[in-house]
């Protein structure tokens, strides 16, 4: 049979990557410092990542808040000075995420600015993903810093077909209405990209 891993999925409330591994038999937790959208019980820390990080995970897969670190996150900066605080705080995290002792690591975050770049040493990431390589008609560059784990593969590309949508529904994020939850859906991980990582990282 195939090996159970134990997987940490860091800065995650949605549950979905942690949910993709899970329907493939992988002892997968979620952490955030928020609670988790569907809280399935002992399937979630609530609290720092790293209250749990040495308990022996085989593969961590972390989505460090990206505000400050992203490049729609370079305005913040020249708005306000005491945001470069946040920017250091960020960069820091990122940092401690890259360098601690799980075998296998997947940092998820968007294309940096230069800024971030050079706080977390000029680590460029291992690969740039699109959702419309994993099934959605969609538009959102993604890019992952990896360690001890392959590129993810494409699973089903439909680069032809979002190409013929609307600029606005290819980028749907990017348009979607001002609301509370707006920063949330954002930054939630596309489901064919979840099952991608769970069926390619959860076999190795």
Not at 137 to 163: F, H, Q, R
Request: with cysteine.
């Amino acid at each position: 049979g195939s090996i159970i891993m134990r997987v940490l999925v860091a800065c995650e409330y949605s549950g979905r990557v942690r949910d993709a591994f899970r329907k493939l038999g992988h002892d997968a937790m979620s952490c955030d410092l928020l609670p988790s959208d569907n809280d399935l019980p002992g399937c979630h820390y609530q609290g720092d990542v790293f209250d749990i990080i040495n308990d022996d995970w085989d593969l961590m897969i972390a989505h460090p808040p990206c505000t400050y670190l992203s490049n729609s996150g370079v305005q913040h900066l020249h708005k306000n000075v005491s945001r470069w605080f946040d920017l250091f705080e960020a960069a820091e995290f990122f940092e401690k995420l890259l360098h601690v002792n799980i075998p296998k690591i997947a940092i998820e975050n968007p294309v940096m600015h230069g800024y971030a770049k050079q706080l977390i040493g000029g680590r460029k990431q291992s690969q740039i993903i699109q959702p419309w390589q994993f099934g959605h008609t969609e538009k959102k560059a993604t890019c992952l810093w990896l360690k001890g784990l392959p590129d993810l593969i494409e699973s089903e590309n439909v680069k032809e077909e979002m190409l013929l949508l609307p600029k606005r529904d290819q980028q749907r994020l990017f348009y979607l209405p001002p609301s509370p939850d707006r920063w949330k859906i954002r930054s939630t991980t596309y489901q064919g990209i979840a099952d991608a990582m769970a069926n390619q990282w959860g076999n190795l």
